[in-house]
């Protein structure tokens, strides 16, 4: 069965600080992987997305991930982080068939800047 | 381009009344889903809609919950009776089906409802 791991519930880093969210997916072959972000009381929002091709993938806002197969890792990292980056950040993974557009989400780790 | 429209944004209601969620998803979506929040949890599938068809309601509480997606477009879910346990955000979501052209299998978002149970 597909599951996603994010270690870290909470972490709190210093604006203009670099940024590094851990995410580790169970699924017998390559997954779809997706980074969302979740503002208080809204919706969540696609960062980023791995399908195939390129491990390294650029997302929006200034985020980027990299799929490493040998870790079952989808990372997510910003060189420096801005205030409004507080929010709570989510990792998914989709199955390729069967069950495909089924995203399984990690529980989140919510991020808190310092001025 | 609009987005996933949900309502109501908030609901609260007392234990045991009933409670119904609207989701309208981006035209030309096929796929819709329901998906269940909790509080400081990921988002827990709870149905998935291709077009008016429940292909996946395996996590769906059948005794007290239900869902419609009449002709393919707008959803409905309720909740008969609702228990205090089922204060959550209840998140709707819509997107083209993986091998679509166009298609990258990501999930489009609504704002979600916030249903308090009393």
């Known amino acids: 069965a597909q599951s996603v791991t994010q270690p870290d519930i909470h972490i709190t880093v210093s604006e203009g600080a670099s940024l590094e969210l851990r995410c580790n997916y169970s699924?017998?072959?390559?997954?779809?992987l997706f980074w969302y972000v979740q503002s208080p009381g809204q919706g969540l929002q696609l960062l980023l997305k791995?399908?195939?091709?390129?491990?390294l993938v650029q997302g929006i806002k200034g985020f980027e991930a990299e799929f490493k197969r040998s870790q079952s890792s989808f990372n997510l990292r910003k060189p420096s982080v801005h205030w409004s980056d507080a929010a709570e950040y989510f990792c998914?993974?989709?199955?390729?068939?069967?069950?495909?557009?089924?995203?399984?989400f990690g529980k989140g780790t919510k991020l808190s800047v310092k001025p | 381009e609009a987005g996933v429209v949900q309502s109501p944004r908030y609901k609260i209601i007392e234990k045991k009344q009933p409670v119904a969620f609207w989701c309208n998803p981006i035209?030309?979506?096929?796929?819709l889903y329901w998906y269940l929040q909790n509080l400081g949890q990921g988002p827990e599938l709870l149905i998935r809609?291709?077009?008016?068809?429940?292909?996946?309601d395996s996590q769906l509480p059948k005794d007290r919950f239900s869902a419609e997606r009449l002709k393919g477009v707008d959803s409905t879910l309720k909740i008969q009776p609702a228990e205090l346990g089922d204060s959550a955000v209840y998140l709707c979501?819509?997107?083209?089906?993986?091998?679509?052209?166009?298609?990258?299998?990501?999930?489009?978002f609504g704002e979600g409802s916030r249903l308090t149970v009393l």
């Open positions: 998914a993974v989709g199955a390729r068939r069967g069950s495909q557009g089924n995203l399984i």
């Open positions: 699924y017998g072959a390559t997954p779809y």
């Open positions: 035209s030309g979506h096929n796929t």
């Open positions: 809609y291709e077009n008016e068809e429940a292909v996946d």
């Open positions: 979501a819509s997107s083209l089906p993986i091998g679509t052209s166009g298609s990258t299998g990501e999930l489009f």
């Open positions: 791995y399908f195939s091709g390129d491990t």
